[in-house]
């Protein structure tokens, strides 16, 4: 629904960090407690989920990026956050936040020498 705004994408080399952001536009007085997620989608390639984190704190990871990305969220800032380190070329992607029934436009991350 449009009311989700990613930021912090770039170019970046191999090993490097970056951080997503994912800040909503609705006047709400909290974010909303749905669960908060982050997909991605390669060229050629379908779209994934890459991590989430549950209302509750609860998060899962897609295996690829364990060990690497960590999601937050501060639901009284209505933000919430993908924190990349270790980015390899295969983290190269558009990524988008999702939380409810809404979606970012997208940000986009590329990894390469």
């Known amino acids: 629904q449009a009311r989700l705004v990613e930021s912090g994408g770039g170019l970046v080399q191999p090993g490097e960090s970056l951080r997503l952001t994912c800040t909503t536009t609705?006047?709400?007085?909290?974010?909303?407690?749905?669960?908060l997620a982050w997909y991605r989608q390669a060229p050629g390639r379908q779209r994934e989920l890459v991590a989430s984190?549950?209302?509750?704190?609860?998060?899962d990871y897609l295996d690829s990026v364990k060990g690497r990305f960590t999601i937050s969220r501060d639901n009284r800032r209505k933000r919430g956050y993908l924190q990349m380190n270790s980015l390899k070329p295969e983290d190269t992607a558009v990524y988008y936040c999702?939380?409810?029934?809404?979606w970012g436009q997208g940000t986009q991350v590329t990894v390469a020498s």
């Open positions: 609705a006047i709400t007085s909290v974010f909303n407690p749905a669960t």
């Open positions: 984190i549950s209302g509750s704190g609860s998060t």
């Open positions: 999702h939380l409810g029934e809404s």
